[in-house]
């Protein structure tokens, strides 16, 4: 096993350095975050970094990048308080990446890539129409991280859409059913295969 | 596809709600979280919502559920700084998952489970000696998300271990050639298979 110190790490080349740390901390919840400007102009980005804050509220938060990087989803979000967010699979990822390329303010990146808005009375944000399981958030806060100028976004849930068939009995959505992908990194996408679920773990069991 | 509003959502049953949420949000970084107190006792804890904050400075975030759920680790980390996030094969995911059981404190989830804790000077928290990809961090900031009482844990990475065989020329890490899993929802846990590496999207490519 080999040892890298941040010492090492920093003198590597910005985009070797980027690939290494983006991918060490591993697989991530990829997923199309849909939004629209107070006019209505929507807005479609590839977001990984979504985590699971809590069932009740039902809360999930996303980090955004600094706001000179990636600023049309968040100003639409702040201006709005509404989102989308929408599960990539198979027949949607190379569109779904090509969402993440600079785009001029005001370009809808559905036309551009060939997605469907689609638009579910009353939530002000459009949809994915291709992804097979998507739903859309209120925003609860925005929380700027000041040690790079990144932000937390926390939003509760609203509205979900999936097909019943996904459910298991206990109410755990099987979404590689669904074909979901997880990515790694800023590029790598990758397919699933389920190998257990596991029973609630005892302090007496072993 | 079915719809589900949040009203409906809220009157289910707590632990199909539960599992639902959960899952909804995708797949997460599952990964082993090693910290040690002040007199150097260990302890080892299972986290999936783990993120990518930045590449420059070395940024990773996770979330830690409420205090009273989850104590140990989010103590150890407060008195002395120092976490280690350590990936999860196939060969341990069964243990990784029993970590999760309520132990009393000061009791060491290495010894419950079995797995071998290793000491890296000068890194004051242990490593899992059966895990492939291992990461130490100081801590930078906690930050309470008022909403729901859980913690945003923000770490600088200091130290990195892998197998350089794991790497691409380019710096990303192949982690599903260590058999890295991913899992969902509170018990499910899945390998993964790559499909591809996307170039980077540009605006006039298609």
Request: proline share 5%; hydrophobic share 35%; charged share 20%.
């Amino acid at each position: 096993m080999e040892k890298f110190t941040i010492d090492q790490i920093k003198t590597w080349d910005r985009f070797y350095r980027g690939n290494f740390i983006n991918s060490l901390s591993g697989f991530k919840s990829v997923s199309l975050i849909g939004t629209a400007n107070s006019e209505g102009i929507p807005n479609l980005a590839i977001f990984s970094n979504i985590v699971h804050l809590g069932a009740d509220p039902a809360l999930i938060g996303f980090i955004n990048r600094p706001i000179e990087a990636a600023p049309h989803t968040l100003e639409n979000i702040r201006d709005t308080k509404s989102y989308t967010i929408n599960h990539i699979h198979f027949d949607i990822y190379k569109q779904a990446h090509q969402t993440s390329a600079k785009y001029p303010k005001g370009c809808s990146e559905f036309e551009k890539t060939g997605l469907t808005p689609i638009w579910q009375t009353p939530i002000h944000s459009p949809f994915v129409a291709e992804s097979r399981i998507r739903y859309a958030l209120q925003l609860e806060e925005i929380i700027p991280i000041r040690q790079n100028n990144t932000f937390f976004v926390i939003g509760s849930i609203t509205h979900v859409f999936l097909d019943k068939a996904l459910l298991d009995k206990d109410g755990f959505i099987n979404i590689d059913q669904a074909n979901s992908l997880t990515s790694l990194g800023i590029d790598g996408y990758y397919r699933t295969e389920i190998i257990s679920r596991l029973p609630y773990a005892k302090a007496n069991s072993n």
